[in-house]
């Protein structure tokens, strides 16, 4: 049953957590940026030759921001990432830039399927792995070291995913993300705070 139209995911923090652990309010972070093919559901890639995905992005690119005067920033390479919420890590799985951690959510109002946040392109911090308990803003990991010249910007991919039917952690994968029948993935701009407040 896929009833996520009713569920209401609680706001997450993660800007403010973000921005504290990586001092960007030292050049006035304002907001995240977002070009043609970072956002949730595009088709196009915003690196290289801008070409089409295979389906649609299943979440969101940070990598740029806004800071004081209007100057675009990206931001920097090995930047600390945190948790978006409190929760327990389920698996991390290689993607085609660093690691993905996947993280399970459990919230009081929310009382079927699981709540899941995955960040990719990461390097998970020493000792992070599956079963590990994680607090809201707890740093999991570093933005993974990207090379080459055909590489994107370094970036965090973030992704958000409710899973009705509690499908096995070992089945999930890039490939079952992208199944609306296994599981069923929200906009992460509908709940984390995307400017300093």
Known sequence: MDNTDTISFPESLFTDF?????RLNKKGFGKWVFYPGMEFGAWDTWWGDKSKRARPHEGVDLCYYCGAADTIFHIDDKAKIPAMYDGTVVKIMGDFLGKTII?????????EGIFLT???HTDPVGGLEAGQSVKAGSIIAALAAVRGPK??????HLSLAWNPESVPYDMLDWTTMGNPG???LIDPLQVIDVSEK
């Open 103 to 111: 993280i399970k959510h459990s919230f009081p109002d929310i009382s």
């Open 18 to 22: 973000f921005v504290r652990e990586n």
């Open 182 to 184: 296994i599981v069923r």
């Open 118 to 120: 995955l960040y990719g």
């Open 151 to 156: 590489a994107p910007t370094p970036h965090l």
